[in-house]
């Protein structure tokens, strides 16, 4: 299993609309998500950044699923894509496997 994560820094603006759109997400996306094997999603803010943290067994797998997105994944990307500081698109080079260097169970 690997433990991964990544960052994304914001529009200030759009912080608050980032925030509902996480409170209430889709449930076909929250699907989506599972039936990609991740798990233990959770996403955090901090000032005009936020960083996400999930788990999975196969990140090679789930990089070419994200090679290949779905509707609804497209669909969500083209909410939040406005959010973020960089107007890119929310899944672009941000997931990256970090060296873990402390883990307690």
């Known amino acids: 299993m690997a433990r991964a994560m990544w960052r994304k820094k914001l529009d200030p603006a759009g912080i608050d609309a980032y925030v509902r759109a996480h409170a209430e997400p889709w449930p076909e996306l929250v699907a989506q998500i ?26 090679a797998a789930l990089d070419a699923l994200n090679s290949n997105p779905t509707e609804v994944g497209e669909r969500w990307e083209a909410g939040m894509r406005p959010l973020s500081a960089d107007k890119a698109s929310p899944d672009q080079g941000m997931v990256q496997v970090r060296r873990q260097v402390f883990y307690v169970e």
């Open 34 to 59: 599972k039936a990609q094997g991740i798990r233990n999603y959770s996403i955090f803010l901090d000032g005009d950044e936020v960083f996400g943290y999930f788990e999975h067994d196969d990140l």
